[in-house]
């Protein structure tokens, strides 16, 4: 069951904006629109951020939004702030004999 | 408000076995379908379970099957994950996550519990 590709890190000013994409299969992210984007900062937990691709839970402002093309998700936070410096994650449903869960590998995003 | 709590972590020696609970309050936890997620230190989360609201389905990441077993008791508001043949890439502190009404939808976790495997 491997991990959904997100790159490594992303970087930007305040105020910019960036993109962090997850990419899977046809199996997962291709397949079904149950991806979700979680944020982490160090020592608490994940808190979502966008889930069934583009739908922002309450409370989450609407500088982060979300789309999908083919196997790859993408999450674009738009006017960048500090607080948003952190982990982010993704994950997708995966379908079959034994649907589960799957995330992506980590991105770290630095606020400049 | 939402709240879950997980505990039971500790040090197991390669082999042993543990079993964590998570105690749910603040909504009706009949209702929702939970999930076990864990994090090994330094590392990205990994999803390891599901349980279904009645506890009748469960299904489980390809790495623990077969040495890990989810269950809840709804009268009691808690979930459980029983930890067998532990290894040390085990090592992680432990989650639990409760699915909202969308797949996918993970809004409410609890702090977790760290499970260390070491001889």
């Known amino acids: 069951q491997s991990a959904l590709t997100q790159p490594v890190s992303v970087s930007g000013s305040p105020g910019q904006s960036i993109t962090i994409s997850c990419t899977g299969t046809s199996s997962d992210v291709g397949a079904y629109n149950y991806v979700s984007w979680y944020q982490q900062h160090p020592g608490k937990a994940p808190k979502l951020i966008l889930y069934e691709v583009s739908s922002r839970p309450s409370g989450v402002p609407d500088r982060f939004s979300g789309s999908k093309s083919g196997n790859t998700a993408s999450l674009t936070i738009s006017g960048l702030q500090a607080e948003d410096e952190g982990d982010y994650y993704c994950m997708s449903f995966r379908g079959g004999s034994t649907p589960h869960w799957l995330f992506g590998a980590v991105t770290k995003l630095t606020v400049l | 408000e939402v709240h879950l709590v997980e505990s039971g972590g500790g040090l197991v020696q390669p082999g042993g076995s543990l079993r964590l609970s998570c105690v749910a309050s603040?909504?009706?936890?009949?209702?929702?379908?939970m999930h076990w997620v864990r994090q090994a230190p330094g590392k990205g989360l990994q999803w390891l379970s599901f349980?279904?609201?009645?506890?009748?389905?469960?299904n489980y990441a390809d790495s623990v099957r077969g040495r890990f077993t989810t269950s809840r008791d709804n009268a009691k508001n808690a979930l459980y994950l029983q930890l067998n043949s532990l290894r040390a890439e085990d090592t992680a502190v432990y989650h639990c996550?409760?699915?909202?009404?969308?797949?996918?939808?993970?809004?409410?976790w609890g702090l977790g519990t760290l499970v260390t495997v070491s001889s």
């Open positions: 349980i279904s609201e009645s506890g009748t389905a469960t």
């Open positions: 603040g909504f009706t936890f009949s209702s929702y379908k």
């Open positions: 996550a409760r699915e909202d009404t969308v797949p996918g939808d993970f809004e409410f």
